[in-house]
């Protein structure tokens, strides 16, 4: 696979090959070789972004999501 996608993931090449072959993840197949852009990894890991909220508590209950 791809060392170079895996750090750029900051995941193992295992995890790499695991995307690739449930095709979660663009890849190009070039010959016998899987390859990536760095654009395709970006818009994979921004896929997955979760923005924080705020919890506002009171009396042991939550009285507001933001």
């Given at each position: 696979m791809s060392p170079?996608?895996?750090?750029?993931?900051?995941?193992?090449?295992?995890?790499?090959?695991?995307?690739?072959?449930e095709r979660r993840?663009?890849?190009y197949k070039v010959g016998g070789h899987v390859r990536f852009a760095?654009?395709?990894?970006?818009?994979?890991?921004?896929?997955?972004?979760?923005d924080p909220i705020e919890i506002r508590w009171c009396g042991g209950r939550v009285v507001s999501l933001r």
């Amino acid at each position: 696979m791809s060392p170079e996608a895996a750090e750029y993931l900051l995941t193992s090449e295992r995890f790499i090959r695991r995307l690739v072959a449930e095709r979660r993840v663009v890849f190009y197949k070039v010959g016998g070789h899987v390859r990536f852009a760095a654009a395709d990894l970006e818009s994979f890991v921004q896929a997955g972004r979760v923005d924080p909220i705020e919890i506002r508590w009171c009396g042991g209950r939550v009285v507001s999501l933001r």
